[in-house]
Each structure stands twice: as structure tokens, then as C-alpha cells.
């Protein structure tokens, strides 16, 4: 069974940074795509970083977020830098039984975390 427990949001200011955690507790963390999700209120779930060996970042945050994996302590890392309002939400990580991440779309990603909010004031 998959669980996964993210943590590290809270309200910042723009500017500031955070690194977000997910904590894993399957087998093959190390091996399988895993992904990190944002919702802001009224929008559509965005996927903005995936990693299956090879990190990604989406386009849209690229330069300012970073994921990566401790897989000695099965958690997936999201640092953001310089961080702006637009970057609110509450923030996800999700896990697909796949070696590869290679396609993005929540609807690929079978289990997920219960989030972490994510707030940035101005």
C-alpha cells in the first residue's frame, strides 16, 4: 500500500523560499515516478515536477522550483525559490507505478498525498 504525507508549506512572503516534503511509505520509492501537483482555488490541478531518476520541471516554474529524492529516507523534495503570490495553492505529491514519468497528466498518477498549503503573500 502507498502512503504518501506531504509537509513544509506555510505563509511566506514573495521572495522567500520553501522546500516541501513527501514522505513515502512503499517499496519501490526509489524506482517509480513520482510527482509533484499544485491547485490554487478555482483552478485545475497543474503538475509542475516529476522525477523517475531524471528530474523534470514543468516550463511554467522552471528556474525557481527544483524536485528531488533522499531515497535512503523515501522523501521526495520540492525547493521553490524567489517565491510569488501566483505560486499559492496547495501542493500534492503523487506516486504512479510506472518506471517512467512519461506523461504528466494527474489522471496518470494513482496515489497521492493529502497536501500542503502552500500561501505567498505580496
Known amino acids: 500500500q502507498v502512503q504518501l504525507a506531504e509537509s513544509g508549506g506555510g505563509s511566506v512572503q514573495a521572495g522567500e523560499s520553501l522546500r516541501l516534503s513527501c514522505a513515502a511509505s512503499f517499496n519501490r520509492f526509489s524506482v517509480e515516478c513520482m510527482g509533484w501537483f499544485r491547485q490554487a482555488p478555482g483552478k485545475k490541478r497543474e503538475g509542475i515536477a516529476w522525477y523517475d531518476g531524471r528530474p523534470s520541471i514543468a516550463d511554467s516554474v522552471k528556474g525557481r522550483f527544483t524536485i528531488s529524492k533522499d531515497h535512503a529516507k523515501k522523501i521526495l523534495y520540492l525547493t521553490i525559490v524567489s517565491l510569488e503570490p501566483e505560486d499559492s495553492g496547495m501542493y500534492y505529491c503523487?506516486?504512479?507505478?510506472?518506471?517512467?514519468?512519461?506523461?504528466?497528466?494527474?489522471?496518470?498518477?494513482?496515489?497521492w498525498g493529502q497536501g500542503t498549503q502552500v500561501t505567498v503573500s505580496s
Open positions: 503523487a506516486h504512479r507505478p510506472d518506471p517512467w514519468c512519461n506523461t504528466h497528466d494527474s489522471s496518470d498518477f494513482q496515489n
